[in-house]
C-alpha cells in the first residue's frame, strides 16, 4: 500500500481502516480497526514523548501492517512533518532531516549500525522505538550509550500497536516494560499476559505471550510465546530461551522450532542455513542443558521471516517435519 493510498483510505469517510496482522505464527489476518482508537493511540504516544507540531517523523515501514500505519497517524493527529522513504533494510540510508522520531524493526537498526554514515544519523534520533520483533541483548547492549530515548516497545495489531514500552538507552534502561497509564496487566493461569486497554481495544485481550509481572504488578518481562513452547518428554521448553541462550556461541544464522518424535512427542529441532552442522551440534552440547539440546539439524536454503522482520514459526516448523 502507498501512503497516498492510505491518505485517501484515511479520508474516506468511514470509521475504519484495513489493516493486517504480522503472520509470524501462521498465515497473515485482515482485520478492520476503528480510527478512532488508531487517534488515541497516536495521542498516548505522542504525549509520552513529547512530539510536538512539526517535529519530524520517518516512516520507513510497510503500510500494510499497523506499525507504518501508526506512524502516519501519529503525524496526522501531532501535525508532525512526515518524512516517507521505502520500505528497506537502511532507512536511513538517504535521509538528511535531522528526526524527533522514527519506528523501526530490530533489522532496520542493526544494519543502520554497520554504516558509520547511517550510525550517526541514528544516533540524533530524539525517540527511536523498535517494534515487530526482539531486542536481543547484543543490540540493546550497543544502545545503551545512545545520547537520546530509544525504547522496545510491546503491541500488537489488536491494540494498534505497542500498549507498553521499556527504555534502552541511558541510565534507565530495563528488562522490564512499562504499559501506560490507562493500560492495566495481569497473568492467567497459564501465565500469559492480559491486556486491559480500553482507549483502543474494546475488549479484555488474553495474549499468547508469556511474562513474569513485577512485585508491584505494573511492569513486566517477556519470557517467549505460548505456542513456541515445546513439551518434549514431559519437559517444557521456551523456543525464544534456547535462542537466546545460543546466541553468543553460534554465528550462523538459525531458528530453534519443533519437530514430532514418537517417544517424546515433541523434540527441540534447529534449522541452520549453515553447512557445518556437526560443529553446530557439538556448540549446543557444550552450552544448552541436556534437555535443551537439538536432538535434529535441518540445513535449510533460507530461513523463515515475515515481511516484518519475526520468525515465521509455522514455517519452521513444517521446514523440520519436511
Known amino acids: 500500500m502507498t501512503l497516498n ?12 481502516v484495513w489493516v493486517r496482522t504480522s503472520g509470524s505464527t501462521g498465515k497473515p489476518k485482515p482485520m478492520y480497526v476503528e480510527k478512532s482508537r488508531m487517534l488515541a493511540s497516536a495521542r498516548i504516544t505522542c504525549d509520552f514523548l513529547g512530539l510536538q507540531q512539526g517535529d519530524t517523523a520517518l516512516l520507513c515501514m510497510p503500510l500494510d501492517y499497523i506499525a507504518g500505519k501508526m506512524v502516519v497517524v501519529r503525524s496526522l493527529e501531532r501535525g508532525l512533518r512526515l518524512i516517507s522513504v521505502p520500505p528497506s533494510g537502511h532507512p536511513l540510508r538517504d535521509v538528511e532531516d535531522p528526526l524527533s522520531f522514527a519506528a523501526m524493526v530490530p533489522m532496520q537498526v542493526f544494519n543502520s549500525l554497520q554504516v558509520q554514515a547511517e550510525r550517526e544519523r541514528l544516533m540524533q534520533v530524539r525517540n527511536l522505538i523498535i517494534g515487530g ?112 541462550a545460543l546466541k553468543p556461541y553460534l554465528h550462523v544464522p538459525y531458528l530453534i522450532t519443533r519437530g514430532k518424535d ?19 551440534s557439538e556448540t549446543c552440547k557444550q552450552v544448552l542443558p541436556k534437555y535443551w539440546q537439538p536432538r535434529k539439524y535441518v540445513n535449510v536454503d533460507r530461513l523463515p521471516y515475515t515481511e516484518t522482520g519475526k520468525p515465521a514459526r509455522a514455517e519452521a516448523e513444517k521446514m523440520a517435519g519436511d
Open 5 to 16: 493510498k492510505f491518505l485517501q483510505e484515511w479520508e474516506n469517510g468511514s470509521d475504519r
Open 133 to 244: 520483533g526482539a531486542v536481543d541483548d547484543a543490540l540493546a547492549q550497543e544502545l545503551r550509550s545512545f545520547p537520546h530515548a530509544v525504547w522496545s516497545t510491546y503491541g500488537m495489531t489488536e491494540t494498534l500497536s505497542h500498549i507498553a514500552l521499556r527504555r534502552l538507552s541511558g541510565d534507565e534502561a530495563s528488562d522490564w516494560y512499562t504499559p501506560f497509564e490507562s493500560v492495566r496487566i495481569s497473568k492467567d493461569q497459564e501465565g500469559c499476559l492480559v491486556i486491559d486497554a480500553p482507549l483502543v481495544c474494546d475488549h479484555r485481550l488474553v495474549t499468547h505471550d508469556r511474562v513474569e509481572l513485577s512485585p508491584d504488578g505494573r511492569h513486566f518481562r517477556v519470557l517467549g510465546r505460548k505456542d513456541n513452547v515445546i513439551d518434549s518428554g514431559g519437559i517444557k521448553i521456551q523456543i525464544e530461551e534456547v535462542e537466546k
Open 262 to 280: 514418537k517417544k517424546f512427542g515433541e523434540i527441540v529441532v534447529l534449522l541452520t542455513e549453515a553447512t557445518d552442522l556437526p560443529a553446530i
